[in-house]
């Protein structure tokens, strides 16, 4: 069974940096896409990132590009973003998947919290 | 960009009924469409892509059905575990694979 564990969410002060992590188990993490899904409170869900097979190719929603990166090590079946200068609004539950542009199996997210 | 949107907003709907959800796109998005569930705490489970393929293990009383711009998800008799929010998302004009703004089905 696939199983992906989000880590990495906290605080942040505006303008401040976080990482986030998202561990795999249960899968040959190397074969697949994956995508970045965030929720702000009472809000819908916000696709926000996705990165190809082996990482050849990376894709931003408009609203992070140029502040997110996202990558992976598959050495340790792990999938990162590095969120910088980050908002307020960027405030929400982030999400991983597995496969993109379908997200097929989900984590149950981190909180991240951007206030001063 | 291409804009989902869902209604209703919120669905009453009693145990064993059926509830019929909406999802429209601004412009064709083909059959590229998912469909998504989402309870407090929990991951967010992948229902329907394709429009109308049931993902692996989704009981069939789910499914989904429209092409272009006009989509639906039933559920054909309302289980308590089945009481969620409800996301549509498509994929055609990717990235951004953009989601509706979700419906919630509550207990009526």
């Known amino acids: 069974e696939v199983q992906l564990v989000e880590s990495g969410g906290g605080l942040a002060q505006p303008g401040g940096s976080l990482r986030l992590s998202c561990a795999a188990s249960?899968?040959?993490?190397?074969?697949?896409?994956m995508t970045w899904v965030r929720q702000a409170p009472g809000k819908g869900l916000e696709w926000v990132s996705a990165?190809?097979?082996?990482?050849?190719?990376?894709y931003y929603s408009d609203s992070v590009k140029g502040r997110f990166t996202i990558s992976r090590d598959d050495s340790k079946n792990t999938l990162y973003l590095q969120m910088n200068s980050l908002r307020v609004e960027d405030t929400a539950v982030y999400y991983c998947?597995?496969?993109?542009?379908?997200?097929?199996?989900w984590g149950q997210g981190t909180l991240v919290t951007v206030s001063s | 960009e291409i804009v989902m949107t869902q209604s209703p907003a919120t669905l009453s709907v009693s145990p064993g009924a059926r509830a019929t959800l909406f999802c429209r796109a601004s412009q064709s998005v083909s059959s590229d469409l998912a469909w998504y569930q989402l309870k407090p705490g929990q991951a967010p489970r992948l229902l329907i892509y394709g429009a109308s393929t049931r993902a692996t293990g989704i009981p069939a009383r789910f499914s989904g059905s429209g092409s272009g711009t006009e989509f639906t998800l039933t559920i054909s008799s309302l289980q308590s575990e089945d009481f969620a929010v409800y996301y549509c998302q498509q994929y055609n004009h990717w990235p951004p694979g953009t989601f509706g703004g979700g419906t919630k089905v509550e207990i009526k």
């Open positions: 998947s597995q496969d993109s542009p379908i997200c097929t199996v």
């Open positions: 990165i190809s097979d082996h990482g050849r190719s990376t």
């Open positions: 249960g899968v040959t993490f190397s074969n697949h896409a």
